[in-house]
Nanobody
Framework: QVQLAESGGGLVQNGGSLKLSCAASGRTNSRYAMGWFRQAPGKEREFVATCSWSGSYRYYADSVKGRFTISRNNAKNTVYLQMNTLKPEDTAVYYC????????????????WGQGTQVTVSS
């Protein structure tokens, strides 16, 4: 089992930037895809970005494409989400997760989840 811990959330103004981190611990010796998801108040959790083990495959939700960048440092067992040009509609709890797939936007294909970090974008 892999344990995940997100950090880096906070309050930022419209148009600002934040960088989220997700550190993995436990059984990290297998190759796994990493994904970021988010859940806004009153809404279902939605896919944000995913990255393959090698970093060769990166896929984004249309709503964040061109503004968010996912990356990973396997030596540190950490995945990042650089979020630029943030908008109020990006306000949500952001979760990272691991998947045995090469990469995936389907949350059902993710088996380990972090506790989430709150991102709030003020207008």
């Amino acid at each position: 089992q892999v344990q995940l811990a997100e950090s880096g959330g906070g309050l930022v103004q419209n148009g600002g930037s934040l960088k989220l981190s997700c550190a993995a611990s436990g059984r990290t010796n297998s190759r796994y895809a990493m994904g970021w998801f988010r859940q806004a108040p009153g809404k279902e959790r939605e896919f944000v970005a995913t990255c393959s083990w090698s970093g060769s495959y990166r896929y984004y939700a249309d709503s964040v494409k061109g503004r968010f960048t996912i990356s990973r440092n396997n030596a540190k067992n950490t995945v990042y989400l650089q979020m630029n040009t943030l908008k109020p509609e990006d306000t949500a709890v952001y979760y990272c997760a691991t998947s045995a797939k090469t990469y995936s936007s389907n949350e059902r294909e993710y088996n380990s989840w972090g506790q989430g970090t709150q991102v709030t974008v003020s207008s």
